[in-house]
C-alpha cells in the first residue's frame, strides 16, 4: 500500500474535519473521506491513534 498524503497532509485534514464539527468515527471516515483513512492508517496503527497525534 502506498500513501499519497504527507502525513503532516493526514494530520491538517484531521485537524479541518474537527473544526469544521465533522464526526470522526470511522464509519463515517470511511464513507465520506475514504482515502484519508486509507492514508491514516498508512501513517498510523490505527484510526484513533491519528486523532489523538492530531491533538497533539
Known sequence: ???N???LD????????RQGG???NKKKI????P???KNAL???PSWEHAIQSSEA
Open 35 to 37: 482515502q484519508l483513512l
Open 22 to 24: 465533522d464526526a470522526l
Open 5 to 7: 498524503m504527507s502525513i
Open 1 to 3: 500500500m502506498e500513501s
Open 10 to 17: 493526514v494530520l491538517e485534514e484531521i485537524r479541518k474535519l
Open 30 to 33: 470511511k464513507q465520506t473521506h
Open 42 to 44: 498508512y501513517y498510523f
